[in-house]
Every structure is written in structure tokens, then in C-alpha cells.
């Protein structure tokens, strides 16, 4: 499906001409009809969909086409990063080209007070369209700089993430001073309980668009080392010695298992830095910015930068804890072989996590080589083949399954047409 078959306005497909944008993806087919029809969307993809341009295409058609109070804030799209939201800053110039009305401005921690000050008049000023992570927003409000009782769109981007660093209450204290009217859309990689009861807190009977997470990329040769946790750590001393690592992440599944392999690194004299929840946003600022400018060889890290943050050039990825499931595994390795580059992911498999690992490879439909673990450091733990088990009765015979009221439950669908006098109408009466 092509985006001149949908309602977007001419601006916008002038603009969209001209970044020889002509095919929509998959997310966006899904999401652009839905957002322009003044539906409320919970989308689930990965990085690299296209979602930033499946929510701000519509919300910049429809702000353009008119009828919103010139003097207000129309649209807040929450980014849980500066990086993030500097991203979605620059997408949203490009797509703004030929829209005279509409402009942004990017509000994050981490700047010295002049850029507060900058941040303050453009805000005074009713900038149409404010990108901003959770803590500069607030900071903002608290002291009366922002009215959002006449914002007509609110976005959540990477809203897995906003939870993974605490930002949960802070997006609810937000949401409360958003009018009935404003029309919600929230982006997650991935749907846990916990996004769910956040989407059931913000949304009002929303659209909801899943994607199937894709394969990793061809070009990362993925393997692993089956070892027991004390044989880790040698493993990194010696993929070391052996190679020159300088772009590499470890992800680890705990911030506290974060500290303590970063510091073992840098007892290793290993050019290493933490990521993970604890630091502030200017501390994380930081330590992106030096791994991004190559100060830093070896970034030891939470899934707080398994997704959303564009870094080309990374070498190695090294899953020190096996993922939770094949989405987070994706978004890990996902980090390397980027921009026609050559990648590797190598992952560290324990006693307990086979089964969890073996889950994996059922979703990659391969088996991942197992490497010999190196010289001196003894044998690791069998690879067993773990099989699902299955329920049995008493004396081997299998329970009777209780088909009593089978039958009863019934499921819902809805198909809604759309047209595009429909929309029109609908889109500026609703969000005035």
C-alpha cells in the first residue's frame, strides 16, 4: 500500500515525495488509517519498523488541515531518552517540510540553563507539537511553563522502556492533566502485564496493532558457550585476549549484575562504562555520548539500550544472562549488524537457562553453534534437549479434560469502514 492511498494531506506527501518515501511498511499500513480516523492505537513492533512515521504522518496531516487553538500545545510525544526524542526530532523536520503551521521542539534533561530558558519560551509560545522524555516534562509543568488541558494528541514511544526506568508514575501524573478528548497512541516492542495495565490506564477502547518480531539479521553469526555463571567471566578474558573488542555491548539481565561485571572489566583494565536505571538521565547522557564518540570500548548494560537507540557500528554483542524470550534476544543482537555491517551476538547459556535458550532457537528455526569453552577453564554443563512435559493421571493414564460449558465463549471482531469525507469531518470536530 502506497501512503497516496491513504488520507494523508498533500504537504505532507510533497514532503514524504520528496524523502522518496513511497511504499508504507507493514506498521504503518495498520496504524496511519486508525490514527487518522481519531481512534486511540496501541501498537507492538520492533526497532526499525517504522513506527515514528506510522504515528507523526497522521497527527501532522490532521494538525495541518486545521481547526486546533493556535495557542496550544496539540501534540506530546514521549520518548523515554534524549537520543530518542533528538530521533523523532529530526524525523519530524523532514516530514514537516511543507507544513507552514506545524513545528517541534525537543524538551529533555541533561542541557545547562540557557537551553531551560529556550525550552521555557517556545513552550509559552504554544509550540504545536512537544517531544519530550517523562522527567523534563514534569519538571516543566511543576513550575507552569506548559497548559496541556487543550492538547488534542498524546504519544507514548517505547513505552516497555519508560517502565524498564521508572517512569510509570510519572507518565499516569501526566496522562491526569490531559483532556477526555485527547486521542492516545502508545508504541511498545513488547506487551508484558505490565504495558497491558498501562495501555488500560491511558487508551479508551483502542485499535490494537501487534507485528510478529522478525528473524535477526543474516549477516550476525550468532553462537553461544554452554557454561556454568563462575566460567563467564573468564570466557570474556578470553575473547579479549584473543581479538581486538572496541564496539561492544554486554546485556545483562540485572542492574546489579551490571555493576558487578563492569567493575570486574575494569579490574581487567577493560575501557568499560554501566548503563542501567540507577544512573540520572545527565549520567546516562554521558556515558552514551562516550561510547557513541568511541571513548568507551565496552558499554555493560541493562535491555534499557536494547532498543530505540540508533548506533550503527557496533562489533559484538554478548548476552552475559540468556533473554527473557525471543522478542528481547531480537532487540538484543539487533544492536549489531546494522547499516550493511558484519555482526556478531555471542550468548552465555547456564544449567537453568537451556530451556529458555532452547525456546529461542524454536523462533530462530536453527540451532545455534555452541562453541568449545576455552582452554584451562574446565567442562561445562551437558546440553540437554529439554523436552515439554507432559500430564499424566494416576497410573500413567492421562486426565479427562472437563469439556463441561465448552463452547460458550464467543469472540468478537469488528470491521470498520473508512472513507475519507469520514474522516475529515470526524478528525476536526472531535479534536477542537
Do not use: W
Request: charged share 30%.
Amino acid at each position: 500500500m502506497t501512503f497516496e492511498e491513504t488520507y494523508l494531506n498533500d504537504n505532507i506527501l510533497d514532503a514524504l515525495y520528496d524523502m522518496h518515501f513511497d511504499e508504507m511498511t507493514p506498521i504503518q499500513e495498520k496504524c496511519i488509517p486508525e490514527i487518522l480516523d481519531g481512534h486511540d492505537v496501541l501498537g507492538v513492533a520492533q526497532t526499525g519498523t517504522g513506527k515514528t512515521a506510522a504515528y507523526l504522518l497522521p497527527i501532522l496531516s490532521m494538525l495541518d488541515d486545521g481547526g486546533f487553538p493556535d495557542d496550544a500545545i496539540n501534540c506530546i510525544i514521549m520518548s523515554p531518552t534524549r537520543e530518542l526524542a533528538q530521533q523523532i526530532d529530526q524525523a519530524m523536520e523532514g516530514f514537516s517540510y511543507y507544513l507552514d503551521n506545524v513545528s517541534s521542539i525537543a524538551v529533555y534533561g541533561g542541557n545547562d540553563g540557557s537551553r531551560f530558558d529556550q525550552e521555557i519560551k517556545s513552550l509559552r509560545g504554544g509550540a504545536p507539537v512537544v517531544i519530550a522524555t517523562p522527567g523534563r516534562l514534569l519538571s516543566h509543568l511543576k513550575v507552569g511553563n506548559l497548559d496541556l488541558s487543550k492538547t488534542s494528541f498524546f504519544v507514548l514511544d517505547e513505552a516497555d522502556r519508560m517502565l524498564d526506568m521508572g517512569f510509570s508514575e510519572d507518565i499516569l501524573q501526566i496522562n491526569k492533566l490531559l483532556p477526555d478528548t485527547c486521542q492516545k497512541v502508545m508504541f511498545s516492542a513488547t506487551m508484558p502485564s505490565k504495558i497491558r495495565e498501562l495501555a488500560v490506564s491511558l487508551l479508551k477502547d483502542p485499535v490494537e496493532v501487534k507485528l510478529k518480531v522478525s528473524k535477526p539479521a543474516e549477516k550476525i553469526q550468532q553462537s553461544a558457550y554452554v557454561c556454568y555463571d563462575p566460567q563467564k567471566v573468564k570466557i570474556i578474558e578470553h575473547l579479549f585476549k584473543q581479538g581486538e573488542f572496541k564496539r561492544v555491548i554486554i546485556f545483562c539481565g540485572k542492574k546489579d549484575r551490571v555493576k558487578e561485571i563492569n567493575r570486574t572489566l575494569q579490574k581487567m583494565k577493560i575501557n568499560c562504562a554501566p548503563m542501567h536505571s540507577d544512573l540520572t538521565q545527565a549520567e546516562r547522557d554521558e556515558v552514551m555520548y562516550q561510547f557513541k564518540a568511541g571513548q568507551i570500548d565496552v558499554l555493560v548494560a541493562t535491555d534499557i539500550v536494547s532498543r530505540g537507540i540508533d548506533i550503527d557500528d557496533i562489533q559484538t554483542v554478548i548476552n552475559f544472562d540468556v533473554p527473557n524470550d525471543a522478542e528481547d534476544y531480537v532487540h538484543r543482537i539487533g544492536r549489531t549488524a546494522r547499516a550493511d555491517r558484519d555482526g556478531v551476538a555471542i550468548t552465555f547459556v547456564n544449567e537453568k537457562d537451556m530451556k529458555q535458550f532452547q525456546q529461542i532457537e524454536k523462533f530462530l528455526e536453527k540451532v545455534v553453534d555452541k562453541n568449545t569453552l576455552p582452554e584451562g577453564l574446565g567442562e561445562g554443563p551437558e546440553y540437554k534437549i529439554i523436552e515439554k512435559k507432559k500430564h499424566s493421571g494416576r497410573n500413567g493414564k492421562p486426565h479427562k479434560r472437563n469439556t463441561k460449558g465448552a463452547g460458550k465463549g464467543t469472540h468478537k471482531g469488528a470491521s470498520k469502514g473508512q472513507n475519507k469525507g469520514q474522516h475529515k469531518q470526524k478528525g476536526k470536530s472531535e479534536e477542537k
